[in-house]
């Protein structure tokens, strides 16, 4: 698979998707979760290159502008916080630098937007 491509694309459809699901029931899951997800349709390992660049990607195609980023659901299994990308995408892309901004509050703000939503 790669960036861009016909299957990276499907992956990426398949992410949101899952995520949107997430959202709607309140849910946080690991990378190592939404992997498993997305396979045996889409082998895109937790750890590789794939996932980071499936991060931010799922962010530019859902959240563009204020809304709250869509990634925010998808946290390490261990510290059940998302990955250092995560947050230097958010600062660096997305231009979250408000004092009082956090991934709390981006997460909670995902599952309100999403709490109600008829988007697939």
């Not at 899952?18 to 029931?25: D, L, Y």
């Not at 931010?56 to 869509?70: F, K, Q, T, W």
């Amino acid at each position: 698979m790669k960036h861009g491509d016909a299957d990276y694309l499907a992956a990426l459809e398949a992410w949101l998707k899952f995520s949107r699901g997430w959202a709607r029931e309140g849910r946080t899951d690991s990378y190592e979760a939404l992997s498993e997800a997305l396979a045996p349709e889409h082998r895109v390992h937790y750890h590789g290159q794939t996932m980071s660049l499936l991060l931010a990607d799922v962010c530019r195609r859902d959240s563009g502008g204020p809304e709250p980023m869509l990634s925010a659901l998808v946290v390490n299994g261990s510290s059940r916080r998302p990955s250092e990308q995560f947050f230097e995408l958010a600062v660096n892309e997305f231009r979250r630098r408000d004092p009082g901004w956090t991934w709390e509050r981006m997460r909670d703000a995902v599952f309100t937007r999403y709490r109600d939503s008829v988007i697939a």
